[in-house]
Nanobody
Framework: QVQLVESGGGLVQTGGSLRVSCAAS????????MAWFRQAPGKEREFVAG????????YYADSVKGRFTISRDSTKKTLSLQMNSLKPEDTAVYYC??????????????????WGQGTQVTVSS
């Protein structure tokens, strides 16, 4: 059974940093696309950052480019998101996602088959 479990969310002040992680179990995703999405209250889920495959290219939403860094450790089967220079508008529940069989630049949630339960990130002004 595949599971993605996020951790590391919390409360941070504007300008601060936070790192969220996602631990995968049940299978490896080293050849598959993985990504972070977020959903703020009253808003639709949006793409944040993606990893085409392990050690492959990464890509970001314009709103986080230059502030967030996605990375993954295929040995530990973890996906991480380092978030710096956080802003109140980054406040959301952050979700880890993985594709069952595809690899590439996937920005739509429909292209991912597995999802974590989410972790709350709150940035205070």
């Amino acid at each position: 059974q595949v599971q993605l479990v996020e951790s590391g969310g919390g409360l941070v002040q504007t300008g601060g940093s936070l790192r969220v992680s996602c631990a995968a179990s049940g299978r490896t995703f080293s050849s598959n696309a993985m990504a972070w999405f977020r959903q703020a209250p009253g808003k639709e889920r949006e793409f944040v950052a993606g990893s085409t495959w392990s050690d492959g290219p990464t890509y970001y939403a314009d709103s986080v480019k230059g502030r967030f860094t996605i990375s993954r450790d295929s040995t530990k089967k973890t996906l991480s998101l380092q978030m710096n220079s956080l802003k109140p508008e980054d406040t959301a529940v952050y979700y880890c996602a993985a594709s069952r069989s595809g690899s590439g630049y996937f920005r739509s949630g429909h292209e991912y088959d597995f999802w974590g339960q989410g972790t709350q990130v709150t940035v205070s002004s």
